[in-house]
């Protein structure tokens, strides 16, 4: 079963950055996103958790539905 783990941030009322793990980075929506992305982007850390949400949360909250 396919599972997606999404994340989008927003700035009066407007998408700016998103990470999704079918991409597994995170990608500006606007030019206000870009840097946030970058930063995001280059803690390899950070991403590897971002990553791991898709089996760590999404799967198993799906699992109980």
Do not use: M
């Amino acid at each position: 079963e396919h599972v997606q783990y999404v994340n989008r941030y927003f700035y009066n009322g407007e998408e700016y950055v998103r990470f999704d793990s079918n991409v597994g980075v995170f990608e500006a929506v606007t030019e206000l996103g870009r840097p946030d992305a970058e930063y995001w982007n280059s803690l390899k850390d950070y991403l590897e958790q971002k990553r791991a949400r898709v089996d760590n949360y999404c799967r198993h909250n799906y699992e109980i539905l």
